[in-house]
């Protein structure tokens, strides 16, 4: 995909992809406060995906000028580029203040392609950050944060960069553990029925008036 798209990319650089779905006017400003605030030795490139006639493309337009190391923008105008771009990446990211879209993290991850997210609820369910206990535990299949600021958002990148420094079985690991992930609403179903269950098996004690 490099080569598709002219990406003069080393080995060593995190290709993030950031597809632009125009639901949030405020990512592509977070995007903008992120390219200046980010350390400039962080070896990342942010590949953003939009549509032609997009309201968020311009903004992203003006941040690719003056940060072309750091931006490119690219038209996505049916299905299989947006696919491609998501598939091709090596993390996902996904900005949104309040409605991360829950289905792009399940395909970024079925793809092996690794979220950075802003850790909504939903976001929550679906992906569990690399911290040093659950990257023990073979949990982690991403890297959160919790407030949305652009030096919470440029941590988390910087997370995921130092993280993909590691010999490349490191990075391996973490995405086949989200690969191995299962988002079947039959499986879904079953751990919010055994979560009703543990609860009505253990009732809290009503306290004593």
């Avoid at 995007?31 to 070896?43: N, V, W």
């Avoid at 569990?128 to 073979?138: F, K, M, R, S, V």
Wanted: glycine share 4%; aromatic share 6%; proline share 7%.
């Amino acid at each position: 995909m490099q080569s598709e798209l002219n990406l003069p990319l080393d080995e060593h650089d995190l290709l993030i992809g950031y597809l632009a779905t125009g639901r949030d006017t405020s990512e592509p400003e977070q995007i903008a406060s992120l390219l200046q605030t980010i350390a400039p030795d962080t070896p990342i490139h942010i590949l953003a995906a939009a549509g032609e006639n997009d309201p968020a493309l311009q903004p992203l337009l003006d941040s690719a000028e003056r940060f072309p190391q750091r931006l490119s923008v690219r038209h996505a105008t049916d299905e299989a580029r947006w696919h491609r771009i998501l598939a091709g990446s090596d993390c996902l990211l996904m900005p949104a203040r309040h409605y991360p879209s829950a289905l792009q993290a399940q395909c970024a991850l079925s793809y092996g392609t690794v979220p950075i997210a802003h850790a909504s609820t939903s976001i929550r369910e679906i992906v569990t950050d690399a911290t040093p206990a659950n990257l023990l535990h073979g949990s982690a299949s991403g890297f959160l944060y919790y407030k949305t600021t652009p030096e919470q958002l440029a941590d988390a990148i910087s997370r995921a960069s130092t993280f993909r420094a590691k010999p490349a079985i490191w990075w391996q690991k973490l995405a086949l553990q989200g690969m191995a992930q299962s988002f079947h609403a039959a499986e879904t179903t079953n751990r919010y029925l055994q979560c009703y269950q543990s609860a009505i098996d253990n009732p809290v004690a009503t306290p004593a008036h």
